[in-house]
């Protein structure tokens, strides 16, 4: 199985995201002899994007980098790849900023958003680049890659951070319209069962950065605070990833690594999903052995009985 991962490549620290997405793919070859065949692409066209099963938005500057788009014709583009087709996106600092349905801080006009995760995010929310800082972090979901796993060092540079886990809504986030210096993402709908499946109504929060925000605030900081629960800095909601820090200015590839194995996860399903839809609509077999067990026509219910339901397709064929 072939994989293309593309990191969009208009500004920002893409050609590191390059280099350590190979070092992850050299890693996960050494240790399973199935891995897929990754290729990895720099994006800067329509065209590109339609080669890629998967994508990277790096850190730069979100502002400069969604005009670029617009100006490239690839915004709308870049929309339907998220949140029509629901392929697999990590966003880094600006990424995540660009995946986020609300961002504050941003003058009407003057910043478009990508959406994809039902988040607001705070722009710059630890100040200016002479206030860039290195963290380490306790990353759970990096537990997949190995047990006992050090903390990872994490690079805030002008960095965001998810203010609010918002409502999922079908349609735009209508809440956040009205909100001053406030930018919300446009509607889109997701386009198949596939799309569908590949989505979630609640957002995952993967990790925060304990007591860095009050430390700001009780230094005289005009910064709202949460001495408990931290800043929100990882958060996930079904295939679309989002990180306020830089991975790709480590050179530690452990985030690059668990994210290929969500991707190659991500399309195998919907590899299965499309085989399974195109099986049943050409017989009707499959839709019905799945609705005798009366649960939902979809991917996870279809999964589980398709051991049973291939023998009907095959006699039927």
């Known amino acids: 199985m072939s994989i293309t991962v593309g990191v969009l490549a208009l500004q920002g620290a893409f050609y590191e995201h390059v280099q350590l997405l190979k ?13 897929p065949k990754w290729e990895f692409i720099e994006v800067r066209t329509p065209q590109e994007l339609d080669r890629c099963d998967a994508l990277i938005l790096p850190g730069g500057e979100s502002t400069t980098i969604s005009l670029v788009a617009a100006r490239s014709n690839l915004l709308e583009p870049l929309r339907d790849f998220v949140k029509v087709h629901r392929r697999p996106t990590w966003g880094t600092c600006a990424g995540l900023i660009l995946l986020a349905e609300s961002a504050n801080r941003t003058k009407k006009g003057g910043q478009e ?3 994809g995760l039902d988040v607001r995010v705070n722009r710059n929310h630890f100040g200016r680049q002479t206030e860039s800082f290195q963290a380490p972090l306790d990353l759970p979901f990096l537990n997949s890659c190995g047990q006992d796993q050090p903390p990872f060092p994490a690079v805030f540079i002008r960095a965001p951070v998810v203010e609010k886990i918002l409502p999922h809504e079908e349609g735009i986030q209508t809440s956040e319209v009205g909100r001053d210096e406030t930018v919300v993402a446009p509607s889109k709908h997701v386009k198949d069962q596939a799309a569908l499946d590949a989505m979630a109504t609640q957002v995952e929060v993967l990790a925060t950065l304990p007591g860095r925000a009050a430390k700001l605030a009780s230094e005289g900081r005009n910064i709202d605070a949460d001495k408990e629960a931290g800043d929100i800095i990882a958060v996930k909601q079904g295939n679309v990833f989002g990180t306020s820090f830089h ?3 480590t050179g530690d590839a452990r985030i690059h690594l668990w994210w ?21 609509e050409a017989t009707g077999c499959l839709r019905k052995s ?16 398709i051991h049973e339901s291939v023998p009907l397709l095959c006699r039927k064929n």
């Open 260 to 280: 290929l194995r969500q991707v190659e996860e991500s399309t195998i399903q919907r590899i299965l999903m499309c085989v399974i839809l195109d099986e049943a």
């Open 290 to 305: 799945v609705e005798s067990h009366h649960k939902p026509f979809n991917l996870s219910t279809s999964v589980s009985i």
């Open 247 to 249: 991975p790709e200015l």
């Open 113 to 115: 958003l990508i959406g």
């Open 23 to 35: 070092q992850a793919a050299a890693n996960s070859a050494t240790e399973t002899h199935d891995s």
